[in-house]
């Protein structure tokens, strides 16, 4: 059967209480970006290739290092206890078990060692997404944390300088602090808001202050020449995401941006590229590793499967959208993830669309 996070989000929709739904699924102001994000890869055709070997279709891929069974991993989602009791622990469990990489957010409502416990048990890897915090102590020491807990790489969040203005009016979320298990009680709650002067020179600020050697990977890239910038300072790659339509309204949908961004760092030769945002079935999977991407992050359809089936949602998710990605791998033509990139054929002219639009 065909997974649908449609399905799966209709669901959670009647399981969850109205205003934790409305946070999960909301973006910022009118919520053009939100969506302009599933409609985007659905606007890119694909050419595939025909009169390939593809009896073995294998999609394994290696993300810094690490190999994974499929592209499709899990971006970070912050308190995740509001959809299922059992939050983070649930869905790293199910990502590991479906050989999927795990982001953990800065704001998990779970402690960081325990979903490292989690995920070593199921023999899986996860990353750790950084929010720099105003308090850059508060900040190192959750990084000196993740790490020492076995994070494989640390997830700069760069398109949250401030957060972005979301506007369902369905009341204040309950667990607002319950990230705060990760910090303790703070005297001045200020010192974890967003820091807003975070530079490209934070990217190396944010390796030492972790004191091993671990891989930055800078999220919320949307144009190519700040992934060359955060390449020249030390990233190991980029997430291009526009943070699921919740930050700025009216950023490009990331499958617009993502042939740039990867056309601009294979010019250079090196750094990862990913993408998020709409991402909910196998062919737009294909779609974003067509146009460059390595690895495919999804948000909230992991959130839906969370909240209506826990662990053995969140495997099943990843499991189906897997197959379903290597049944149109298949008739793609592509046998591997590598063969994969570069079927994308037709894409709309987008510049010239964003030119004439600006004339009317
Ligand atoms: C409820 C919710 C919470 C999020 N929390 C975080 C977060 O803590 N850190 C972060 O970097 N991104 C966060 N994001 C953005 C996701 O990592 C990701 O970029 C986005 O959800 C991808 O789009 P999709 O939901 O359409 O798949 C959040 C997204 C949602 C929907």
Redesign the pocket.
């Known amino acids: 059967m065909i997974p649908d996070a449609a399905e799966l989000q209709r669901r959670a929709r009647k399981l969850l209480p109205r205003n934790v739904y409305d ?2 699924a909301g973006g910022s102001g009118r919520e053009r970006t939100l969506r302009a ?2 409609k985007a890869w659905r606007d890119v055709w694909l050419a595939p290739r025909v009169l390939r070997e593809v009896s073995a279709v294998d999609t394994a891929t290696r993300l810094l290092g690490t190999e994974f069974a499929t592209p499709l991993a899990v ?5 995740q206890g509001m959809a299922h009791p059992d939050a983070e622990l649930a869905t790293a469990a199910g990502a590991a078990r479906a050989g999927a990489l795990f ?1 953990l ?3 998990s409502s779970r402690r960081i060692e325990e979903v490292a416990e989690v995920v070593a048990a199921a023999g899986g890897a996860w990353w750790f ?1 950084v ?1 720099m915090m105003r308090d850059r102590d508060l900040t190192a020491g959750l990084v000196r944390r993740a790490a020492a807990a076995g994070a494989a790489a640390l ?1 700069l ?1 760069a398109d ?1 300088p401030v957060v972005g203005r979301k506007r369902r009016d369905s009341g204040e979320i309950a667990a607002g602090q319950e990230f705060l298990v990760n910090l303790g009680p703070l005297a001045d709650m200020s010192a974890a808001a967003q820091a807003a002067d975070v530079t490209f020179a934070d990217i190396g600020w944010l390796s030492a202050a972790a004191g091993t050697r671990l891989p930055v990977v800078v ?2 890239v949307l144009r190519a020449d700040d992934a060359l910038a955060c390449r020249e300072h030390g990233a190991a790659g980029v ?1 291009v ?1 526009n ?4 930050q700025l309204d009216g950023a490009m949908p990331s499958a617009f941006a993502l042939p740039g961004v990867a056309g601009g760092l294979r010019a250079r030769g090196d750094g990862e590229v990913y993408a ?4 909910r079935s196998g062919e737009d999977a294909l779609t974003a590793l067509a146009l460059g991407a390595r690895a495919v ?5 992991a ?1 839906w499967a969370l909240a209506c089936g826990g662990a053995d949602g969140v495997r099943s998710l990843l499991a189906g959208l897997t197959d379903d990605l290597a049944h149109a791998m298949a008739l793609a033509g592509a046998a591997t993830v590598a063969e994969a990139a570069g079927i994308a054929a037709a894409m709309p002219p987008w510049p010239a669309r964003i030119a004439a639009s600006g004339q009317n």
Request: aromatic share 14%; glycine share 20%.
């Open positions: 946070y999960y994000n599933e971006a970070p989602t912050g308190y982001v957010s800065t704001r997404q929010y997830v969040t949250t999220k919320g997430i995401s943070h699921g339509g919740r998020d945002g709409g991402i992050f999804l948000g909230r359809p959130l």
